[in-house]
């Protein structure tokens, strides 16, 4: 008895004895649904896919965890407990940096951007060597420091690597300034550009990567100050467990971030997006799902004989009723179905031949990445179904009413 309702509903849908405009309509009404879900898929496969992309990029230069001082800019690494950090099962490695906003002059030309200052472990923390695109990583050579610049700032300033013009740094003066002598408002000095690294245009675009000697001596500061420690993790350690652990260390006088919370805001807003689309193809699932009330009162309309039939022999209105509901169930899910079906062969199609390409170039990829979570489906086949169940039930409500007869319904 439970299932004859839905007996019902298949025979009305899958009948072949007569074709008419109301199963065109019902084809429809299934087609309308498939659009959205498909486009869903889609899109939030696509934001997946740049989500995971900008987090392996963003791998490459962020450290797993970045430690500050929570107040000023600097802080002195003799002081620091190095020692203990390193000693926290799970941490492989760290390393000092010291980062301050320059101007840079190259040939003429100027750039406002970041002096990255690192030491001599700067490299077994983030990969750096990965990132080059020209020249070779040596931050200091026979002697002679020198720069590696970002992609971006490269560009900006027409940086030739097989020139022997130097880059210039530009930072305001810490010491005694007069108003007579205005070179004393800001020192200068220069450095060989010896590589140029290329990531993302934020960050290559902005960072000029230099020994952390030289960041000192231009920024007058002490051969002990540093703007952060950055840590490396084993691949196989508890990253919160570790982070809770030195943070603890560190004690209050510094923040301990991890990789996520370095870019936590930009991360957000991804994530803002990703919903973002979702509800707005969410609203165009809705007003699509209308199409579904019209077949279903079309539907009702057409089986009124078989509404009066079934009263007269006793079928309770309950049971009508749910007839019709998994009537409207079986169309949206025949939709529901063609969208997922058609939305993952997109975005596998996608990702074996890449046949969507990108606007402009790139250095890391090409064509739109896609990334298929189960998660998004469920929450995909959950959102259909809860839509279309409410659509299905309010029109049935409406047209099979409880307080009225079979005969009265009938006429």
Known sequence: MPRLPLLF???????????????????ISAFTVAIPVMAMVVLLSVFNGLDGLIRSMYKNFDPDLKIAAVEGKTFDSDTFPSVEILAVEGVEG????LEENALFEYRGQQFLGTILGVDDGYEKIVPINSMIVQGAYAPILDGTPQATVGLGVAYELGVALHLADPLAVYMPSRGAVSPLLPMSLYKELEIAPGAVFALD???????????IGFARELLDHDSTRVSAAIVRLAADAPAAAVQEEVTRIAGQ????????????????????????????????LVIASFSIVGSLV????????DIATLGAMGAPRPMVRRIFLNEGLLISGIG??????????????????????????????DTYPVEIQALDIVGIVVS?????????????????????TFCNFVR
């Open 94 to 97: 760290l390393s000092f940096e």
């Open 9 to 27: 509903a298949k025979r009305y849908l899958l009948s072949r004895k007569s074709f008419s405009v109301i199963n065109l309509i019902t084809g």
């Open 253 to 284: 006088d510094f923040s301990v971030l991890n990789r996520y919370q370095q870019k936590e805001g930009f991360y957000r807003i991804m994530q803002y997006e990703k919903w973002g689309i979702y509800f707005i193809i969410l609203m165009v």
């Open 298 to 305: 079309m539907i009702i309309i057409d089986k009124r004989g």
């Open 201 to 211: 245009h934020e960050t290559d675009g902005q960072y000029v990567i230099v020994p």
């Open 336 to 365: 529901a179905a063609a969208g997922l079906a058609g939305g993952i062969a997109l975005c596998l199609l996608q990702q074996q031949f890449g046949w969507v390409k990108m606007a402009g170039t790139s250095f890391l990829i």
């Open 384 to 404: 259909v179904g809860a839509v279309n169940f409410l659509m299905a039930r309010f029109t049935i409500g409406r047209m099979i009413p409880k307080d009225r």
